[in-house]
């Protein structure tokens, strides 16, 4: 693939993991802050179809354009999306290379991950470690939308895979 080709499909992806992440920002969990993760699947298949550094930087780029349209740039919500974000790509890209877990396994630990890193960063900003009792409930729900993406992921590299042969 062409560097312009590969170029403008890293964009459209980074453009569709925009408009997830703005969509879910609609459906409400009942707990703040939750959300079903879905641009997490575009970060998912990155990092099984494209180089790791592609991946971060569409995994980045989101949090940070996301951040800007939505009007809350470096607030509290963007620091723990950012932290969040951050350290789920990391679970996610060592579980992805070394092999032991299935898209969705991965997925499950990227959304818990990410959960746990929004709590972090709620501890460090707020100075108290009170926040850490809210990690059950939402690592609760994150395995439950983890399982989610990653069967979105896993069917569309199966279906990927397929038309590689195909071609």
Do not use: W
């Amino acid at each position: 693939m062409n560097k312009t080709k590969r170029l403008c499909i890293i964009s459209m992806l980074l453009a569709m993991a925009i408009v997830l992440n703005i969509l879910e920002s609609f459906i409400h969990f009942g707990i703040p802050g939750v959300k079903l993760g879905l641009a997490n699947i575009i970060i998912l298949i990155m990092l099984y179809e494209f180089k790791s550094y592609e991946a971060l930087a569409v995994d980045v780029l989101r949090i940070l354009l996301v951040g800007l349209l939505r009007g809350n740039f470096l607030s509290p919500t963007f620091i723990m999306s950012l932290s969040g974000g951050l350290l789920s790509f990391l679970i996610m890209y060592l579980f992805s290379r070394i092999k032991v877990f299935s898209p969705i396994g991965v997925s499950v630990l990227g959304a818990v991950s990410h959960a746990t890193g929004q709590v972090i960063a709620a501890i460090l900003m707020l100075g108290t470690q009170a926040v850490v009792y809210y990690l059950p409930f939402i690592g609760i729900l994150s395995i439950g939308t983890g399982i989610i993406s990653g069967i979105i992921t896993r069917l569309y590299l199966r279906k990927s895979i397929t038309a590689r042969f195909l071609n």
